[in-house]
């Protein structure tokens, strides 16, 4: 699959909307991908996470032992993933403001890879190797289905995307004038 392809899908589902969007991140843009309009269509997710999970078998060499993906955008996509590499898919949640593996226990030295839905800047991936590193285990990539940077984020380990659509994003306080004229939207879920 490439990226035309998951930008169809998406398009497919109506899930990518124009406006002026607050990103998880806190930047702004102008396009917000609205992914739960994709994972409400199980096929359209499956054909997603099954190119990913390719995707990830062709470039990260070795043994997964587990996907791991942060609640709550990571959840369907990591899932679908773990299906489709054969390995148990586990995720962290937010306690006290900090991403912890509160439901399940994995051994020290497990190879995991991060599976999150959209990548910006990269944060919840980051967020998400401290705590498996904490407690032991060794992230040995990440994947996403759209890399919104086209490949410029740092997560502190290879990052497998599906798509690089470069969209653009900005701080509130540098919008374009035309960006700035739209009251904004903030559909994401970080911080509810």
């Given at each position: 699959m490439d990226t035309s392809e998951v930008i169809g899908v998406f398009r497919e589902a109506g899930a990518v909307l124009e406006g002026h969007f607050i990103l998880s991140s806190g930047l702004r843009s102008p396009i917000f991908l609205q992914k739960a309009r994709v994972f409400m269509?199980?096929?359209k997710t499956e054909r997603l996470c099954r190119a990913l999970a390719e995707r990830i078998r062709a470039k990260v060499p070795g043994r997964i032992d587990y996907v791991v993906g942060p609640a709550i955008g990571g959840l369907i996509p990591a899932y679908e993933t773990s299906r489709h590499l054969g390995v148990p898919a586990i995720w962290v949640e937010r306690e006290g403001g900090e991403f912890r593996l509160r439901r399940f226990e994995i051994e020290s030295?497990?190879?995991v890879v991060i599976v999150e839905d959209i990548v910006t800047t990269g944060l919840s991936i980051r967020e998400t190797i401290v705590c498996l590193r904490d407690i032991g285990a060794e992230v040995v990539a990440a994947a996403c289905i759209i890399d919104r940077s086209a490949g410029r984020t740092d997560v502190g380990v290879p990052l497998v995307a599906l798509a690089e659509y470069e969209v653009p994003a900005y701080p509130a306080d540098r919008l374009p004038p035309e960006?700035?004229?739209?009251?904004p939207v903030k559909p994401g879920s970080r911080n509810l």
């Open positions: 269509h199980a096929d030295g497990a190879r960006l700035a004229s739209i009251p």
